[in-house]
């Protein structure tokens, strides 16, 4: 007997098919396990977090073992069992507070286990403190640290398969979690009402202020991606900013979870508020102009994102040193080559911020 999905389940799998689930690091095994488990009646935060302890617990046997790079592996699938867990609630009730807590947790174990050099991050920011996630290259020299953040869901070690390719080859990752997103949001209640480019200017000071970190960039993912670029436009010191699946002028798009999303990010459900604070936060190429390198990623099967949405971004360019990279079958932040994509990306960055070490 086959179990018709529910709308929310189908929601959900919709929200975070496979290629998303692999994308921030989620084993095959547990990705495949969640979308079975839920089509068959299990509520998505239970089986994922169901998901998300069975690698918890082969992590602390690994350890115990002195395998410490199995530790590691099954640490950080743990973390993106939890992560997706989270995800079925967009707004900041006790279930999902609950589950990003137990995620912080996870990832302070992992710092103990990893290759990679992890660091809690909290800078101080309107009465509060921004959360961000140093990831550190082992021992290797520094060759430069990259800022890497995303939009209305995927925050912080969402971006942990990223921050392994950039430590693979000497660069620093700052795992942000922004305005409106992860620990920022959940427990500092830091939202998208201040001024966002000001506070992603703190996570480029703390860069910037250790000469160990090197030349500085921005990656920003979803409609992260119109900070990265409002940020690289405000600041001289980024030295290289990439833009993937951004929306330069957004608007309340017609998707239930986007709505509900945004309107967690600002902390006001009014549609006014949402679409008054969305067009406050617009990119206009005629007033923000970047100097520095920048690199744009489009998806061309991309239900949110059009191409001309981000225009505006390469229409700021003025550096001579401005790239658009388009795969015509790419889903939203290129989920579905998502290796192709953080290759390319990071190989990128390299060249661009060993040339600013340089100068």
């Known amino acids: 007997m086959t179990t018709e999905l529910s709308p929310f389940t189908h929601a959900l799998q919709r929200a975070m098919p496979l290629t998303r689930l692999l994308d921030c690091g989620m084993d095959y095994a547990d990705a495949t396990a969640l979308h079975a488990r839920t089509s068959a009646g299990e509520a998505w935060d239970t089986a994922a977090e169901a998901l998300a302890d069975a690698q918890f617990a082969r992590a602390a046997q690994a350890a115990a073992a002195g395998h410490l790079k199995t530790a590691a592996d099954a640490q ?11 995800m079925a609630f967009n707004d900041d009730v006790p279930r999902k507070r609950q589950l990003y807590a137990r995620l912080t947790e996870a990832a302070q174990r992992l710092a103990g286990w990893s290759e990679q050099r992890i660091e809690r991050v909290a800078l101080p920011f309107a009465g509060a403190h921004l959360i961000g996630w140093l990831v550190r290259p082992g021992a290797s020299t520094v060759r430069g640290t990259v800022i890497v953040f995303g939009g209305q869901s995927g925050w912080g070690f969402a971006y942990w398969p990223i921050a392994r390719a950039f430590a693979a080859r000497g660069i620093a990752t700052l795992l942000a979690e922004g305005p409106g997103q992860g620990e920022t949001r959940l427990e500092q209640r830091i939202f998208v009402d201040v001024d966002v480019t000001a506070a992603y200017r703190r996570f480029v000071d703390y860069v910037a202020d250790d000469a160990s970190l090197g030349p500085v960039g921005i990656w920003g993912n979803s409609i992260g991606g119109l900070w990265a670029a409002s940020t690289a436009a405000a600041d001289p010191r980024i030295a290289a900013c990439c833009v993937n699946g951004a929306l330069a002028a957004p608007s309340l798009l017609p998707f239930r979870t986007f709505v509900e999303q945004a309107a967690a990010m600002l902390g006001n459900t009014a549609p006014d508020a949402i679409a008054a604070n969305f067009d406050r936060l617009r990119f206009v190429p005629e007033r923000e102009r970047i ?6 990623l489009h998806g061309g099967a991309d239900p949110l994102i059009c191409l001309e949405d981000q225009q505006p971004f390469l229409d700021a360019a003025t550096s001579g040193d401005a790239t658009l990279e388009v795969w015509p079958d790419g889903e939203h932040t290129i989920y579905n080559h ?22």
């Open 338 to 359: 998502s290796a192709a994509r953080t290759a390319l990306a990071c190989d990128w960055f390299v060249e661009r911020l060993v040339r600013r070490a340089q100068t």
């Open 291 to 296: 100097a520095c390198p920048l690199l744009v």
């Open 76 to 86: 950080a699938m743990g973390i993106a069992d939890l992560l997706f867990a989270q």
